[in-house]
DNA sequence: CATTTGACTCTAT
DNA sequence: AATAGAGCCAAAT
């Protein structure tokens, strides 16, 4: 299991509940690893995705913008979704860390 | 087996 | 405050 580290990742976005989402940094850290937030993305890109039980839209930036460009549809699809979870978006097209940003 | 790359984040200018 | 650059570490080739 050389991918441990990508099954890990995944089994802690999945426990994401809806309407909140978590930046990368803050997934890395919670599998134990604050400094590979840049894998945490990476293993979402070879995630089986949302239908797999890996909501990678709830996952933004430690801003709370998008992965515009490399997400299924685009950002539009997926600040659609994570609004029709009850996600709350500031008027930048970013999600309102300070109210939707999840917390273990 | 070595090199390249990558959905990030922080620090410095 | 905004922009630019470097660092991190594992997976893919």
Same mark, same amino acid.
């Not at 050389?2 to 994401?16: G, L, N």
């Not at 919670?30 to 890109?45: I, L, N, S």
């Not at 992965?67 to 978006?89: H, I, K, M, N, S």
């Given at each position: 299991?050389a991918e441990?580290?990508f !099954?890990?990742?995944?089994? #802690?976005?999945r426990?994401?509940?809806?309407g909140?989402?978590a930046?990368?940094g803050?997934?890395a850290?919670m599998?134990g690893?604050? =400094?590979k !937030?840049? *894998?945490v993305?990476f293993?979402?890109?070879s995630?089986?995705g949302a239908k $797999?039980?890996?909501?990678?839209? =709830?996952v933004v *930036?430690?801003d709370?913008s /998008?992965? !515009? $460009?490399y #997400? *299924?549809?685009?950002?539009? !699809?997926?600040?659609? /979704? /994570?609004?029709?979870e009850? +996600?709350t978006? /500031?008027?930048?097209g970013? +999600?309102?860390? $300070?109210l939707c940003?999840?917390?273990a």
């Amino acid at each position: 299991m050389a991918e441990r580290f990508f !099954a890990r990742v995944y089994d #802690v976005v999945r426990q994401i509940p809806e309407g909140r989402v978590a930046t990368y940094g803050q997934v890395a850290s919670m599998v134990g690893e604050p =400094r590979k !937030a840049r *894998f945490v993305g990476f293993a979402m890109h070879s995630s089986p995705g949302a239908k $797999g039980g890996v909501p990678c839209h =709830r996952v933004v *930036f430690k801003d709370g913008s /998008l992965c !515009a $460009g490399y #997400v *299924f549809g685009g950002p539009d !699809a997926q600040r659609a /979704l /994570l609004e029709e979870e009850g +996600v709350t978006f /500031l008027a930048d097209g970013r +999600v309102d860390m $300070g109210l939707c940003q999840w917390e273990a």
